[in-house]
């Protein structure tokens, strides 16, 4: 048969404590199962730079395309049949720079474009990805697990959230408070990025910000145009079909802002990691010295009462253990 449970029956608890929940613990646990409680304060900062990272993606992906055309359509050239009318008759005419072999040439000088170009993408695209992809130990999760915007690190990556740095600060700062020790504002390093990242993101934004292309994109050049216009006998410089001499000096003036954009890519990202790598470092500090006080105030409770202490003094405690009991005893610390 069913058992009937009491009617009445309840804990022995202080008179009408059940009922009586607070207002604001209910408003928390409103904002917190609601995921409103916590917000980001690098959100928006970041934001923009992905913003401008996917801006200056966008014209890479241009100037890739147009330039990578180029090349295949250079690259296809075979002997002097193949090549462009002007550049067949300019080699008639008897300049021999218009062969097959400056063809080659050509197609060899767009594509090392194609490949300064592709670096830089490469380069922007890991950057985006170490702000924005989540589920991976990068910047993104980093700054996510320190505002409570993330709860937990996915399986196999061993983060701190923000509820454990919380915990890890306040057992350590009361911890000191109880036994004197000087105060130390434990936050600002277990929370480092979230109150320095602003500065290395604006950084980073300040550079995204220049134009890779100061010195003028690929598809400005128009280098097919150019390269397959009517030769007309007599001309000189820009005004002949443009061959490979042409074609480099011209791409050499808009490389140098793109190769200076590339070198700086690394800069940003490893200033973004420092910031994991110093909150991490200090993290492990903290619980470093929070075990060693919870070990020497542990062991300090036992050597207060001969009883206990007994084990310390004569059975496995070292010279140094001895000496500190020694001094304590006779008053010449505390």
Not at 227 to 238: H, L
Request: hydrophobic fraction near 40%; include cysteine.
């Amino acid at each position: 048969m069913p058992i009937t449970f009491t009617t009445g029956l309840t804990p022995t608890f202080p008179v009408d404590s059940f009922g009586s929940a607070k207002e604001h613990v209910k408003q928390l646990a409103t904002a917190l199962t609601g995921g409103t409680a916590f917000f980001n304060p690098l959100d928006t900062s970041v934001t923009a730079l992905v913003a401008r990272i996917d801006v200056v993606l966008g014209l890479l992906a241009t100037d890739i395309s147009n330039s990578t055309a180029d090349a295949a359509e250079f690259g296809a050239w075979q002997g002097n049949s193949f090549l462009p009318t002007g550049w067949n008759d300019a080699y008639l005419d008897g300049l021999t720079q218009y062969d097959g072999n400056n063809g080659i040439a050509l197609a060899s000088t767009v594509s090392a474009y194609v490949t300064t170009c592709t670096e830089l993408q490469t380069k922007l695209t890991t950057l985006k990805n170490y702000l924005t992809v989540v589920d991976l130990d990068n910047f993104k999760l980093h700054m996510e697990l320190l505002s409570g915007i993330d709860d937990a690190p996915p399986s196999g990556i061993i983060k701190p959230n923000l509820h454990g740095l919380m915990g890890i600060a306040m057992a350590i700062t009361d911890t000191e408070n109880t036994f004197g020790i000087t105060f130390t504002n434990y936050l600002t390093g277990l929370f480092g990025t979230l109150f320095t990242g602003d500065v290395t993101i604006a950084a980073a934004q300040t550079h995204m910000d220049t134009n890779p292309f100061s010195g003028g994109t690929y598809a400005s050049l128009n280098v097919s145009s150019n390269v397959n216009k009517a030769y007309v006998s007599g001309a000189t410089g820009d005004a002949l079909p443009w061959e490979n001499s042409i074609v480099s000096a011209k791409i050499a003036t808009i490389t140098p802002s793109i190769t200076a954009y590339v070198a700086s890519i690394d800069t940003h990202q490893d200033a973004f990691t420092s910031h994991i790598t110093t909150d991490m470092a200090y993290y492990n500090m903290v619980v470093d010295k929070l075990e060693q006080y919870i070990q020497a105030y542990t062991v300090s409770g036992h050597i207060q009462d001969p009883y206990y202490r007994y084990m310390y003094e004569q059975v496995f405690g070292s010279s140094v253990i001895q000496g500190v009991i020694t001094k304590l005893n006779s008053g010449e610390i505390e």
